[in-house]
């Protein structure tokens, strides 16, 4: 059973710094893509970040130019670098996988890690 094994939250305060990382566990290919989503109380889960095997990364435009995700060649790990945090960065993020099954693709969610910036 393939999981994905997030860490890295916790709370700062405004302007702080935080860098969550995701590891997938179980038996699986690489993923085509991976990347990080958030949810705040009473909002819908939005996109953070996104990278795609052999591709350029893809950023929120809230979190442009702070926020940097970077994925280890080669493997199932990812990591989000979130610098100048703000009050509104707080939320539950969860990281996403994909993998290719054709003729689709399948998801993958992390159980969330919480990030409280405080202003």
């Known amino acids: 059973q393939v999981q994905l094994v997030e860490s890295g939250g916790g709370s700062v305060q405004a302007g702080g710094s935080l860098r969550l990382s995701c590891t997938a566990s179980?038996?699986?290919?690489?993923?085509?893509?991976m990347g990080w989503y958030r949810q705040a109380p009473g909002e819908q889960r939005e996109l953070v970040a996104r990278i795609f095997a052999g591709d350029s990364p893809n950023y929120a435009d809230s979190v442009k130019g702070r926020f940097t995700i970077t994925r280890v060649n080669g493997q199932n790990t990812v990591y989000l670098q979130m610098n100048r945090l703000k009050p509104e960065d707080t939320a539950v993020y969860y990281c996403?996988?994909?993998?290719?099954?054709?003729?689709?693709?399948?998801?993958?969610w992390g159980q969330g890690t919480q990030v409280t910036v405080s202003s």
């Open positions: 179980g038996s699986v290919g690489l993923f085509a893509a």
């Open positions: 996403n996988a994909v993998e290719l099954r054709l003729p689709g693709t399948f998801g993958y």
